[in-house]
DNA sequence: GAAGTTTGATAGACAGTGTCTACAAGGTGA
DNA sequence: TCACCTTGTAGACACTGTCTATCAAACTTC
């Protein structure tokens, strides 16, 4: 296997296990077996390393999408939403990694490619329920940025942990339950 | 002035001109005419002094509240939506900084009241709104969350950038409508 | 007023980070 | 054989946050 996949590899594997913090050059490339400038003969430098560490991130949720339970469309979207909830509980730390502009080159093509293939897909399960948004004449992919923004939004906050008060800490699921009520009514 | 106080003017303004990288406890030294050293004789270390300055930027959001436009509840509730939403817009990298578990203390007890400030103000606005959903008989702390989280995602992903396509650039305005006409019909 | 103590600030050091450069080893093709 | 390119190494550099020793000023207490 050659040297650049295993940095890849080492890279993910450490972000999973010990977080966005312990993703640091030097570390992958103590973990990966190779000098720490090693790296630098493979990739530009960090951000570009760990583009395609999140580029894997975009295309695991991509992945997802092609084994969606449910008959109806409507089954297949609420599938969907709930997937993309449990993909980022499941994964905070890629999830995090994936939409810090800090830590990964934007302008990396196979990063906003795979990006945008995960908001495409989800724009056309979201076209094909007829919400009372879309039977109203919302611009459909509007309405598919918002919902996925409400999604996001549902995933970073409770990920951040802020929500949870001394007398009020409901599950993700439930309110997922009511996003869902309120946009497919 | 103390020196404290000057430390958490100057973090701010650092932060405000050049963003949350900028936001170094040595940078923050220097621009604030002291040693590198001198900061601890204040903080624990940068994550209070960080925790500091997030904290005003709870408290600015929570005072925007106190000015909301309209007669109706509902009315009130877009205010707030809208205040919300410019404030992540035009105050980026302390958005961000807001909600970096990572640069900031998270157990800080200024932080999490003022942030906890925030929702319950906002959950307050929540319940004066007969939405559907309240009528439907869900949980209006958890709508509260819900709506909460929308807005949150959608401030996220603008600032994000990633939602541009090349033939799709939605204002966040138009998406927050959107969002709105989803949960108030 | 004098002595002791606390507070505020300083400079130096240390480990850790990303990145740059010089260098060496190994393969490839002329 | 010889030049060239790729891959990897080791060392350096400027940063970072934090720790420690030092020092001066202010405050407290007798």
Redesign the interface.
């Known amino acids: 296997m050659g040297t650049r996949q295993r940095l890849i590899d080492t890279a993910s594997e450490l972000l999973a296990d010990s977080g ?2 312990a993703v640091t050059l030097r570390g992958i490339a103590k973990a990966a077996g190779v000098s720490h400038g090693a790296p630098l003969r493979h990739f530009s430098g960090r951000a570009e390393l760990l583009s395609a560490v999140a580029t894997r991130g975009y295309a695991e949720l991509l992945s997802r999408r092609d084994t969606l339970p449910g008959n109806s469309p409507r089954e297949r979207l609420t599938a969907a939403c709930h997937s993309y909830l449990d993909f980022a509980l499941k994964n905070p730390a890629m999830f995090e990694l994936m ?1 810090r ?2 830590l990964v080159d ?1 302008e990396d093509p196979a990063l ?1 490619a795979a ?2 293939a995960v ?1 495409d897909t989800f724009a056309v399960l979201v076209a094909a329920v007829p919400t009372p ?1 879309a039977r ?1 004449g ?2 459909l ?3 598919a ?10 995933a ?2 409770w990920l ?4 949870a ?1 001394a007398s ?1 800490a ?1 599950s993700p699921e ?3 339950a ?2 869902l ?3 497919l009514g």
Chains 1, 2 share one sequence.
């Open positions: 966005v913090e939409f502009r800090d934007a906003s990006a945008s908001f948004l109203s919302a611009d992919r509007l309405v940025a918002s919902l996925w923004a409400a999604l996001h939004g549902l970073q906050l951040w942990g802020g929500l008060g009020f409901p439930s309110a997922l009511v996003t009520d309120a946009y």
